[in-house]
């Protein structure tokens, strides 16, 4: 009988909203959840303060991974999205009060973003791990251990590192300085991660780089490319605001343990020379690097037209290894105007089909000025049917 394959929606009561993601989907044994609002079940209505909507966010959390057969304590990585790095406290005090984690609380990244409904005031996305999957924090040499927060995360053979600052744990102490400056210490920090795991920077697949401004974008690609000269990790590249206020840079990766890794190329697809590969494939699944609406002629006009060609670029990454978007199971989506929401759920829903994967959608500045969406996509590799 034929293998099932890696990828698996879940649905739940409550869970549907009309729009074109899924709350949940299993890729083999990771559970990929849906960026969560504090909305009420079934609807898009949203009360309350920061505090209260990070409350109903981690209930709705709990509800698509109770109805996935896990728990969030199986949680192993968190995207936190602020409208308002202010409410950073009193978001962090309840996420405590959930007891997120049990003793090991996922690594995470906390940005601040536009989201989609205008009462919204907290995005949480998170990713989980099967029951029996061992799971354990991470944590280099001298560096100090927080509560409900961990600097890595390893899951089976997946390494979930923490948004990197240029910041130094073992000292206690910021490097301020110029986005190559800061860029350094914030990898220093991968790689000291890395290197408790005992991975290397060659075993990296993927990464998230967030600017606090746009303009230091060569900089940061100077330092970067010091880290990974030779088959670099699938990355995207934002503008967000950070926490602290005087961060010019974050860097959130995530690594596979295993020797079959490699990076995969669309057919007549060249090097681009930037640190980056448009998608690298481990363990049978595949992260593609955040694509961009800019076709052979520059940038087209309009959200609806970008997001088209944003998704053929990423279908042709897709289709290079031997997969489509029926296989995606998680994605990331990052508008210039968060008013363009509907415009672009309109060509994403009708272009990536039902199921569809697990989203997070966040507004935020790009890299070019031009640039109005990026997406950034993962997807699993289905299981070879077996032989009677």
Not at 165 to 170: F, G, I, R, S
Not at 275 to 302: H, K, N, Q
Request: aromatic share 6%; net charge neutral; with cysteine.
């Amino acid at each position: 009988a034929p293998a099932p394959a890696q990828k698996e929606v879940v649905t739940f009561e409550g869970g549907d909203l009309g729009l074109p993601f899924s709350p949940a989907v299993w890729g083999g044994d990771v559970l990929y959840l849906s960026g969560a609002l504090g909305n009420k079940p079934g609807t898009t209505e949203i009360t309350g303060d920061a505090a209260a909507q990070t409350e109903q966010a981690i209930a709705n959390l709990r509800a698509a991974a109770e109805a996935a057969g896990v728990d969030l304590d199986q949680a192993v990585s968190m995207d936190l999205y602020l409208t308002d790095r202010g409410d950073f406290k009193a978001v962090s005090e309840a996420l405590a009060k959930a007891g997120l984690g049990g003793e090991i609380a996922p690594a995470r990244a906390t940005l601040e973003t536009d989201l989609a409904l205008r009462e919204a005031k907290v995005e949480i996305g998170m990713v989980a791990v099967r029951k029996g999957v061992a799971v354990k924090a991470v944590t280099p040499m001298r560096w100090p251990t927080r509560p409900g927060f961990n600097w890595g995360v390893m899951a089976g053979d997946n390494l979930y590192i923490a948004g990197m600052l240029a910041y130094d744990p073992a000292l206690n102490v910021f490097h301020h300085g110029d986005a190559g400056v800061q860029t350094r210490r914030a990898l220093d920090n991968v790689g000291a991660v890395l290197k408790a795991a005992e991975l290397t920077f060659q075993d990296v697949v993927r990464c998230r780089v967030f600017l606090a401004d746009a303009r230091d974008y060569t900089l940061m690609n100077e330092a970067y490319g010091q880290y990974f000269k030779d088959a670099p990790p699938a990355r995207a590249t934002v503008r967000a605001k950070l926490l602290p206020t005087h961060a010019r840079v974050e860097i959130q990766c995530q690594a596979v343990r295993g020797g079959d890794r490699k990076v995969v190329r669309a057919d007549g697809e060249k090097p681009s020379g930037r640190p980056f590969s448009p998608a690298v494939e481990a363990g049978g699944t595949l992260y593609v690097a955040g694509m961009v609406g800019r076709g052979a002629d520059g940038y087209p006009a309009g959200v609806e037209a970008q997001t088209e060609v944003t998704l053929d670029r990423l279908e042709k990454s897709l289709k290079a290894a031997g997969l489509g978007f029926g296989d995606v199971v998680s994605a990331t989506v990052y508008l210039t105007d968060i008013r363009h929401y509907g415009a672009m759920n309109e060509i994403y829903a009708k272009r990536v089909g039902t199921p569809a994967p697990a989203r997070a959608t966040v507004g935020t500045a790009l890299m070019s000025p031009e640039a109005l969406v990026e997406i950034q996509m993962t997807a699993v590799r289905p299981k070879a049917a077996e032989k009677n």
